[in-house]
């Protein structure tokens, strides 16, 4: 019964920033890691970071030093601040928790990003 809501996208200039967030309805199991998938029209979906109840994380290269994921065990959330943005990063972000690192067990409905000037 779990359910995963997306919030925090929108438009952006190059170089700005934004902060996703996505909240679960009900408990993810203990083994569960969230993270974040992207994809693009035309292009192949993408794990962006992703991060264990422990705090392991891992991101792909393309975002490695402007992207940083976090997570509220308690509240079952996670979050993705997103720096220094470029033009490659739009697309629509797709919160997901399930086994690390490949995830997938739940999915969120995605909030688009958009990153142009």
């Known amino acids: 019964q779990v359910q995963l809501v997306e919030s925090g996208g929108g438009l952006v200039q190059p170089g700005g920033s934004l902060r996703l967030s996505c909240a679960a309805s009900?408990?993810?199991?203990?083994?569960?890691?969230m993270g974040w998938y992207r994809q693009a029209p035309g292009k192949q979906r993408e794990l962006v970071a992703a991060?264990?109840?422990?705090?392991?994380?891992k991101y792909a290269d393309s975002v490695k030093g402007r992207f940083t994921i976090s997570r509220d065990n308690a509240k079952n959330s996670v979050y993705l601040q997103m720096n220094s943005l470029k033009p490659e990063d739009t697309a629509v972000y797709y919160c997901?928790?399930?086994?690390?690192?490949?995830?997938?067990?739940?999915w969120g409905q995605g909030t688009q990003v958009t990153v142009s000037s």
């Open positions: 991060i264990t109840s422990g705090g392991s994380t």
């Open positions: 009900g408990r993810i199991l203990s083994i569960y890691a």
């Open positions: 997901s928790a399930g086994l690390f690192p490949a995830l997938g067990g739940y």
